[in-house]
C-alpha cells in the first residue's frame, strides 16, 4: 500500500467506467479496508481482432486482495457484473448482489464450471450489508433492468451516494419507481459525495418513459404486413416485456433468437418477472407461420457479428430468413465505437428490400440513464459536497462537473481511470494515479491488449503473411526451387509475385560461400530480406514471414 494512504481518510478510486462507456469497476478505501462497486466488461473496438470483450485489469487491488472486503453489484447489465467470472480468481471475494443480477452470475459463473467456487450472497432491496467500515445501504432505483439498486455508502468520513445507472421513470413497466424519499432524506442528513451517471449529460428534458415506448411501439408496428423482427438487449427485461405485450396486441407470436435472451429470461423467471410470454414458439417451428403472425425478438443490437440480428441480415442464420417487405427495429441506443459495425447491418439488411426502424427513425427506444432535467433533480435530493461524475466518455465528465457546479455544488472533480482520489479529510484532491486498463477477453484467456497475440494478429491484419519453404542439402545448396506463400499481402496475382521472389532468393543463395553463410540462421535472414526487398517496391507492406528449412542428405 502507497505511504501516502491515510489510515483515516476517504478514498474513490475508479479502475474502469471513467473516460469510458462500460467496463464499470468503482473502488473505495478507509482505514486500510477497501470495497468494489460493479465490476463489468466493455466491448472491444476493431483494434482488437477475434475479440468481443475486454475487462478491467484489476492488478492493483488483487495484490491487495487480502484488504478486499468484498464486491457489491448494482445490477444486472454485463457493464456492471460481466467481468466477474473472468476475473475473479484473482480477487477470491464475496460477492452481493440482488436475487435477480445474482442469477444472471451464477449462470455466467456455471458456464465456466466457477459456480461453486464463487461466494454469492443475495441482498434484497432496501438491505444493509455491513462490511468492515463500511455500511451499505441498498435503495430501489429505476433503469433498464429490474432490481437496479443505488447504494448510500456510510462511513467514518461521511455518505456517499453511488448512483449506479438509473432514470427517473415515472411509468416503469418492470419493478418500483425510485426511492425519492429515501434519497431525499439522505439529503437532509448530508452526503458527502455523489458518485453519478453521466451518460446522457449532454440531452436535455427527462429520459421518458418505457411506458411511453410501449404505446409508440403499438402504433409503429401496428399494420405491418410481413415478419417484424426487433433487436434490443438482451438484459433489458423492461424492454422484454414491452415487445411481449406489443406481440400479444398486434395477434403475433413471440419468438426468441438468441441464447442471451434465453438466460436472462430464465434468470427473470427465477425471481418472479416475465412468468409468462403469451404465444412463444421455437425459433425451429416460427418459419411456419405466416408472416404476419410473428415477432422475432433478436440480440445483436450493437451489430455484433456472432449476434442473431448480424447473421439474419447476412443470410447465415439457419432458422430465420427474412424478406423484402420484412421490418427490422433496433429497439436501442447506439453506444459509441458500434456505429460502423452497427451501420454495415442497416445496410445490408435495406440492400435487401428489408426495411429498417432504428431510434433516429420512429420512438422506440428510450434511455434507461439520466437526462440533465433528472440530473437537477438527484442534485437537488441529495445535495453533495462533492460531485464525482462516472459512467461516460471525458466530454461527458468534464460536462457533468460543470452541470453539477452550476446547481451549487461546492466541489467536483472529474476522474480518470486510476486516479486515487482522497475525498476526506480536506478539499477532495487526486493524489496518486495507479495501475489502470483493459484486457482482452480472447477465449477462455484474459490478455494483453497491447502485446502478444493481439499484437500479431493487427500486424496480420494490416499487412498480411508470408512463408517461405525451402530444401537444401547438407551443404546448404537448394535441391529445389523455394516455396513462397502471400497472403493479404498483394493485390495482383499473387503466384506471379511469389515465382519472382522465389527466383529471387535462388539467385540470392547462389552468391552465399560455402560454410557459416550456408547456415540455418543466415539462410533464413538472406530469403526475408530478399522477399522484403521485392515486396518493398511493390506493396511497401512489411508482412511476418515464416520461414521453413529442411535439409536432407
Not at 103 to 120: F, W, Y
Not at 294 to 304: K, P, R, S, V
Not at 353 to 376: C, N, Q, W, Y
Not at 452 to 459: D, E, S, V, Y
Amino acid at each position: 500500500m502507497s505511504e501516502r494512504l491515510e489510515k483515516d481518510a476517504l478514498y474513490f478510486l475508479p479502475l474502469g467506467g471513467v473516460n469510458e462507456i462500460g467496463m464499470n469497476l468503482n473502488l473505495y478505501g478507509y482505514g486500510d479496508c477497501w470495497i468494489m462497486i460493479d465490476l463489468g466488461t466493455s466491448f472491444a473496438d476493431e483494434g482488437m481482432p477475434g475479440v468481443d470483450l475486454v475487462a478491467p485489469d484489476v492488478t492493483w487491488i488483487a495484490g491487495r486482495r487480502e484488504k478486499l472486503l468484498g464486491i457489491v453489484l448494482t445490477h444486472a447489465h454485463e457493464d456492471h457484473l460481466g467481468a466477474v467470472s473472468h476475473v475473479w480468481n484473482e480477487l477470491q471475494v464475496p460477492v452481493w448482489a440482488t436475487g435477480f443480477a445474482a442469477s444472471v452470475l451464477r449462470r455466467k459463473l456455471a458456464e465456466k464450471n466457477m459456480q461453486d467456487e464463487v461466494p454469492v450472497h443475495v441482498y434484497r432491496p432496501g438491505d444493509t450489508i455491513e462490511l468492515g467500515p463500511f455500511t451499505i445501504r441498498s435503495m430501489s432505483i429505476t433503469h433498464s433492468t429490474p432490481e437496479s439498486q443505488a447504494l448510500a455508502i456510510e462511513t467514518p468520513r461521511g455518505v456517499i451516494l453511488h448512483t449506479g445507472d438509473w432514470k427517473l421513470d415515472p411509468r416503469p413497466m418492470l419493478g418500483p419507481e425510485t426511492e425519492i424519499e429515501t434519497l431525499r432524506s439522505y439529503g437532509d442528513r448530508g452526503v458527502l459525495a455523489l458518485v453519478c451517471d453521466s451518460t446522457n449529460v449532454f440531452s436535455p428534458g427527462s429520459s421518458g418513459s418505457e411506458g411511453e415506448v410501449r404505446d409508440s411501439l403499438m402504433q409503429v408496428l401496428q399494420g405491418r404486413p410481413g415478419r417484424i423482427a426487433v433487436t434490443t438487449f438482451s438484459s433489458n427485461l423492461a424492454r422484454l416485456e414491452t415487445l411481449t405485450a406489443v406481440a400479444q396486441h398486434l395477434d403475433r407470436h413471440v419468438c426468441l433468437i438468441g441464447r442471451s435472451l434465453h438466460r436472462f429470461i430464465a434468470a427473470a423467471q427465477e425471481n418472479g418477472y416475465l412468468q409468462s410470454i403469451p404465444n412463444l414458439v421455437d425459433e425451429r417451428e416460427a418459419g411456419y407461420l405466416p408472416p404476419n403472425k410473428i415477432l422475432y425478438i433478436c440480440t445483436g443490437c450493437q451489430g455484433e457479428p456472432r449476434g442473431a440480428m448480424s447473421r439474419i441480415a447476412f443470410g447465415s442464420h439457419p432458422s430465420v430468413v427474412l424478406e423484402p417487405g420484412d421490418l427490422t427495429v433496433f429497439s436501442s441506443k447506439i453506444i459509441p465505437g458500434n456505429e460502423r459495425a452497427l451501420f454495415r447491418v442497416h445496410n445490408e439488411l435495406v440492400s435487401r428490400g428489408i426495411d429498417v426502424i432504428t431510434e433516429k427513425d420512429a420512438f422506440v427506444h428510450v434511455s434507461g440513464h439520466p437526462s440533465r432535467d433528472e440530473l437537477a433533480e438527484m442534485y437537488r435530493l441529495a445535495r453533495p459536497q462533492i460531485a464525482i461524475p462516472v459512467h461516460g466518455e471525458p466530454r461527458h465528465l468534464v460536462e457533468h462537473a460543470r452541470f453539477a457546479q452550476s446547481l451549487q455544488v461546492p466541489h467536483g472533480i472529474v476522474p480518470r481511470n486510476g486516479d486515487l482520489i482522497r475525498l476526506s479529510p480536506g478539499l477532495p484532491e487526486v493524489i496518486e494515479q495507479v495501475p489502470a486498463g483493459r484486457l482482452a477477453i480472447d477465449g477462455e484467456e484474459l490478455v494483453a491488449v497491447q502485446g502478444g497475440a493481439l499484437a500479431q494478429r493487427r500486424k496480420l491484419a494490416f499487412n498480411g503473411a508470408a512463408s517461405i519453404s525451402i530444401v537444401v542439402d547438407r551443404e546448404g545448396e537448394l535441391l529445389a526451387d523455394p516455396k513462397v506463400g502471400l497472403h493479404g499481402v498483394v493485390n495482383v496475382e499473387p503466384e506471379d509475385v511469389a515465382d519472382e521472389i522465389s527466383a529471387a532468393i535462388a539467385e540470392a543463395f547462389e552468391g552465399l560461400r560455402p560454410g557459416p553463410q550456408r547456415e540455418d540462421s543466415n539462410l533464413e535472414q538472406t530469403a526475408i530480406r530478399t522477399l522484403r526487398a521485392r515486396l518493398r517496391g511493390l506493396t511497401g507492406r512489411k508482412p511476418p514471414v515464416q520461414v521453413h528449412i529442411t535439409r536432407l542428405p
